[in-house]
């Protein structure tokens, strides 16, 4: 085990060392540094609503009459695929944002051929900033895990269970608990004891709501023993987490990258559930995309994207006598799905702050994450 660890930590370091050589190798004149401090942000902030289409939005937008994501100047298309074919699963696309690498499905972390891949929180640790991964289904769920755990397999729960908890993440929110609870997992390991010693560590909305962010330097909250529940009986909201999270990240002075997702509207796509529920989970995103936006206005430098790994469902908004009443109350919608899985769809993402134009188009899953780990490793100037 010693030795694999090892092993794995000497590709890392190489790997790390080939992405961050456009950053040794920038120009350190005074001009080119003063460019590159208006053009790069220093806070990245990655919003993947899970499953969401163009028509789980517009599912969004009529219940609600408008939409956080309205306010961003920058739009493009995601084609999701993975290494392999045009239907990729969390896994696979999650790993292709979080490392700039096309990957197999079920993949957290790893290339095609297995090896760990450098993500943008090992470029973000390298650099000194911190990180935070937030989400409304188990921590260890495929999207979360692929940012920082390196598996072949996204079904190992404990095994990203334990490389979370040993992880340099500053912030780590949502469910999940059973996975590190020694009294629940197959080795008894208590990875519980090992988060308290290292974190602030909170079980509930009040607790987390009662927090002083001035007096906590990393944070991990674990609100359910698995999955959190469907919105809105699901406390703490995504928003309510994405706050917390921001006002964490934000003590450091380097800068700080944060991905929130909103798990579980891809689920709703699964089941196939009413416009209702549906559009239940995507207000509950964008609750949490205008706590960010509020953020960006008092913190300028803050780059905001917000994407899918895939679209879930292949989702028609219908008219329906009995559907839910649109926000001007002159049409009742109702939700038609294709299929009970993912989809081929391309997918839209809004960006905004600087260097947002970067992400307009139609890009790939990793060529959005390779523009990530650009932003983030300071090199986005040089390439």
Partial sequence: MVSHTSQVSRRMSRRLAHLLLPVAMLST????????????????????????GVAQWSAGLLGAGELAIESFPVLGLVDTRNAHGRITDSGASATAYA?????????????????????????????????GLVATSSVVHATPASFIAKMTSRYEYEALAAQMAGSLLSVLLGGGRQFFDGASRSDGADLLGAVRRRHVYVEDEEALLALDPDTVGSLVGLFAPDEMPPAPQRFPSLSSMTEVALEVLDKDGDGFFLMAEGSQIDWRGH???????????????DAAIRVALAFAERRPGTLIVVTADHETGGLALVGEDSGVETADGGFRVGASWATGSHTAELVPLFATGPGAERFGGVLTNAEVGARLLRFVSGSANGN
């Fill in 99 to 131: 490392t700039g690498v096309l990957t197999y499905n079920r993949a957290i972390g790893v290339g095609p051929d297995s090896v760990p891949l450098v993500s943008v929180c090992d470029v973000a640790h390298e650099r000194g900033m911190s990180t």
């Fill in 29 to 52: 004149a005074t001009a080119c540094r003063s460019q590159a401090a208006r053009s790069e942000p220093t806070r990245v902030i990655l919003f993947l609503a899970d499953g969401t």
């Fill in 271 to 285: 089941d196939r559930v009413s416009a209702e529920e549906l559009i239940a989970e995507v207000l509950d995103l």
